[in-house]
C-alpha cells in the first residue's frame, strides 16, 4: 500500500490528470457534487505556540498581536449570514487562558441563541483541555480541526520546540478527546516541507486513515521568512513540485477515505491562482471564504503570499461561486447547506 500511494503522488502530465479525474468521479459516487462553503473568522494571532514554521509563533516579535472583540466577531456572523453561508469556522492561535475560553464559549452560546440551527460552527483554537472542548461543544461548536502536522515523532520533532509545550502524544490525545466527546474531527498534515520525503506525506496519508477522522485540511508548506524554517529554504522544492504533491495527496486521500469532507485549501491558492479550483478537481469539496475584516490580513501570516481575498457580501460570494461554477459544470453549491461529513453520519 504505501508503495502504490508514492507512486501516485510522484505522478506527472496524464497520468496525474487521470488521478485527478479519477478522485473526482469517487467523490461524486461517494458525497455528491456538492461543493461545502465555509466562512472563515481569524478570531486572534495570539498564539503560546512556538512552532518552526508558523509566522505567529509566539517567539515572533514583529507580529502585531490582535483578538477580535464579542461585538466584531458578531457583526462578522451577521455579515457570512446575510452573504447566505451557514458553515462558520473560528480559527485563532492556540491559547488556554480561562479568559479566551469564556470568550469562544460566550461567541458559540450567541450564535446559537440568535442563528439557533440555522448556522453550523467549526473551531481550530488548538489543543485545549478535554473539559474546555466539552464546553465548546455544549455551547455549540460541532466540529473541530486540529492538524497533527506529522504522523513521524522524530519529524515532528524536529519542526516543533523541545518543550512541555510542544508533545506529540498530547497531539494525539487532544484529537481523541475530540472524537469522545462528539465532535466531528477535522486534522491533517503540511506538505513538502523541508526535510520530509515523500514517504513521510504516504505515511501521513495512511495515519489519517487509522485516525477515522471525518474531515481534513492538508496543503503545501509555504514558507515565512521570520520562522526558523525558513533557514532551510534552499532545501524546498519548487513551488509548483509542492502543488503536485498537494493535489496529488488529495486525491490519494479521496481514495483512501471515499466520503469524508476534503478542503480545498488557501495555502493550494497561494501557490497557483487557480489552486482552489485544481483542489476541488482534485477531489476536494470543501472551500473556505475569508471574512475576517481586511485591517487583520496582514496580522493573521502564517506564511507569505497568503491570499488576501476577503468576502463581506452576497455579491463578493456570488463572484466567487460563479468563478468555481464556471471552472468546472460539475460543482454544484449551495452556500445554505451545512454540509456535515458523510462519514460522521454513517459511524
Known amino acids: 500500500m504505501l508503495d502504490e500511494i508514492v507512486n ?3 505522478l506527472r502530465g496524464e497520468e496525474q490528470r487521470a488521478l485527478h479525474q479519477k478522485a473526482r468521479a469517487l467523490t461524486i459516487k461517494n458525497v455528491g457534487a456538492n461543493i461545502y462553503l465555509r466562512a472563515l473568522i481569524e478570531f486572534s494571532n495570539i498564539c503560546k505556540k512556538d512552532c518552526y514554521y508558523c509566522g505567529i509563533r509566539s517567539s515572533n516579535k514583529k507580529v502585531s498581536r490582535y483578538q477580535l472583540s464579542f461585538q466584531r466577531t458578531m457583526e462578522i456572523v451577521e455579515n457570512i449570514y446575510r452573504a447566505g453561508i451557514n458553515s462558520i469556522v473560528i480559527q485563532s492561535g492556540e491559547e488556554q487562558s480561562e479568559n479566551f475560553i469564556k470568550e469562544i464559549e460566550s461567541i458559540l452560546y450567541a450564535i446559537k441563541d440568535r442563528y439557533a440551527d440555522d448556522i453550523r460552527v467549526t473551531l481550530s483554537c488548538g489543543e485545549q483541555s478535554k473539559e474546555c472542548y466539552h464546553r465548546w461543544f455544549l ?3 460541532k466540529r473541530y480541526l486540529l492538524r497533527f502536522e506529522s504522523s513521524s515523532e522524530k519529524i515532528y520533532n524536529t519542526i516543533h520546540p523541545n518543550n512541555n509545550n510542544h508533545n506529540f502524544n498530547a497531539r494525539l490525545n487532544s484529537l481523541k478527546d475530540l472524537k469522545d466527546i462528539g465532535y466531528q474531527v477535522g486534522s ?9 520525503r515523500i514517504e513521510d506525506i504516504a505515511n501521513d496519508l495512511l495515519f489519517l486513515k487509522m485516525l477515522d477522522v471525518d ?3 492538508m496543503g503545501p508548506y509555504i514558507e515565512h521568512r521570520d520562522t526558523p524554517l525558513y533557514a532551510r529554504k ?6 509548483s513540485e509542492r502543488l503536485s504533491l498537494g493535489l496529488n495527496s488529495i486525491a490519494v486521500l479521496r481514495q483512501l477515505m471515499k466520503d469524508i469532507n476534503i478542503a480545498s485549501t488557501t495555502a493550494l491558492e497561494s501557490l497557483h491562482p487557480q489552486g482552489k479550483i485544481l483542489g476541488l478537481k482534485a477531489g476536494a469539496n470543501v472551500v473556505m471564504l475569508n471574512f475576517t475584516y481586511s485591517e487583520y490580513e496582514d ?3 502564517l506564511y507569505e ?9 452576497y455579491d463578493s460570494v456570488k463572484r466567487s461561486l460563479e468563478q468555481i461554477s464556471i471552472a468546472d459544470q460539475s460543482f454544484i453549491i449551495d452556500p445554505k447547506q451545512h454540509g456535515d461529513s458523510l462519514h460522521y453520519k454513517m459511524k
Open 8 to 10: 501516485a503522488l510522484n
Open 139 to 141: 455551547a455549540g461548536a
Open 188 to 196: 491533517g498534515f503540511m506538505i513538502g516541507f523541508p526535510g520530509q
Open 215 to 217: 474531515m481534513v485540511g
Open 234 to 239: 534552499e532545501e524546498l522544492l519548487s513551488p
Open 299 to 301: 496580522k493573521y501570516s
Open 305 to 313: 503570499n497568503k491570499s488576501k481575498a476577503r468576502f463581506a457580501s
